[in-house]
């Protein structure tokens, strides 16, 4: 990517922060600049937007790994 085109791109990044910030979206620069990338790869932005929400809504995991029922008989 030639300079100025990496300017472009990272006063864009810049903007779109902002007003991600201002519309108090809770988005950081990273996966602000990663929706950016999906969209201009053709990915649905209301589809990204529906994921976003459905993550936020998820119960936070633990760093601890996920147990499961082990049936206490096979058959």
């Known amino acids: 990517m ?4 990496a300017q472009t791109a990272r006063e864009s990044l810049d903007l779109a ?3 991600s910030n201002l519309l ?3 988005l950081d620069r990273h996966t602000l600049s990663v ?3 999906l ?6 932005p209301e589809a990204l937007a529906a994921l976003v929400k459905e993550l936020r809504r998820e119960p936070q995991l633990s760093s601890s790994p996920p147990t499961y029922a082990v049936p ?3 058959p």
Not at 39 to 44: A, K, S, T
Request: aromatic residues 4%; glycine residues 10%; hydrophobic residues 40%.
């Open 17 to 19: 922060f902002h007003m």
């Open 24 to 26: 108090d979206t809770g």
């Open 39 to 44: 969209c201009d790869l053709g990915l649905n």
């Open 72 to 74: 206490s008989s096979l």
């Open 2 to 5: 030639d300079p100025d085109a």
């Open 35 to 37: 929706l950016i990338a």
